[in-house]
């Protein structure tokens, strides 16, 4: 995550793909939700590094988990970025890339983060509403 920050995003890349793999050797991991973290920081990391569709697998893995573990934790910053993902793909289908946004912003609405809804809003929907109009 540190590495993350100074815009070291290989190095994070390493460093979390080796988190996750020892995370997942676990017998009984105690705290799911920091597995969710690292999935989350590696997909955001993979997508930095223009690696799309690898991180878009990572975040179905993260949606899948949170699901699974009935938490919102994370879930609408999943969808937001499986969404920014999607809009990078050469071949890209609008209707999955608003689905997600969708989901982003319901989750951050019930969940009242409203930074987040103003981000989604402006870099997203917004955007839409200009497209539709040009």
Request: with cysteine.
């Amino acid at each position: 995550i540190f590495y993350a920050e100074n815009k070291e995003y290989d190095k994070s890349i390493t460093i979390l793909g080796r988190c996750l793999t020892n995370f997942n050797k676990l017998d009984f991991p105690r705290d799911k939700a920091i597995k969710l973290k690292i999935i989350f920081n590696l997909a955001k990391c993979l997508g930095m590094t223009y690696q799309y569709e690898e991180a878009v697998k990572y975040i179905d893995k993260g949606i899948k988990l949170a699901i699974n573990l009935n938490t919102l934790y994370l879930l609408g910053e999943l969808y937001y970025l499986k969404g920014w993902n999607l809009l990078r793909f050469k071949q890209q289908n609008e209707e999955d890339i608003a689905n997600n946004m969708k989901k982003a912003l319901f989750i951050f609405e019930l969940t009242e983060k409203e930074n987040l809804i103003k981000m989604v809003k402006e870099k997203y929907f917004e955007n839409q509403t200009e497209k539709s109009h040009s």
